[in-house]
């Protein structure tokens, strides 16, 4: 997974449905539905989960390099503009 594959945006009915609060409801909420189901399911034990977890700590991590990459972009256009 890359920064151009990240999931696409689930629905606010799908996000709603799947009881996401509105802090997750980011373009990893997809990844979270599955590894809410899998901690529900394994008791919330730390060793269950794992690579539910793992897909969605990373789709967390390339989100945040891509925001990170389109403030920079922002911040060149201001610069440029107002040189």
Same mark, same amino acid.
Not at 54 to 59: A, F, L, P
């Given at each position: 997974?890359?920064?151009? +594959?990240?999931? +696409?945006?689930?629905?606010?009915?799908?996000?709603?449905?799947?009881?996401?609060?509105?802090?997750?409801?980011?373009?990893?909420?997809?990844?979270?539905?599955?590894?809410?189901?899998?901690?529900?399911?394994?008791?919330?034990?730390?060793?269950?989960?794992? +690579?539910?977890?793992?897909?969605? +700590?990373?789709?967390?991590?390339?989100?945040?390099?891509?925001?990170?990459?389109?403030?920079?972009?922002?911040?060149?256009?201001?610069?440029?503009?107002?040189?």
């Amino acid at each position: 997974m890359t920064i151009n +594959e990240l999931p +696409e945006l689930l629905s606010h009915d799908e996000m709603k449905k799947n009881k996401i609060p509105l802090a997750y409801r980011d373009r990893c909420a997809k990844l979270l539905v599955p590894l809410n189901k899998c901690r529900q399911e394994g008791w919330y034990m730390p060793w269950n989960c794992v +690579e539910e977890r793992h897909d969605y +700590e990373k789709c967390q991590y390339l989100d945040f390099k891509r925001r990170v990459k389109q403030l920079e972009e922002i911040k060149e256009k201001r610069d440029a503009a107002s040189s």
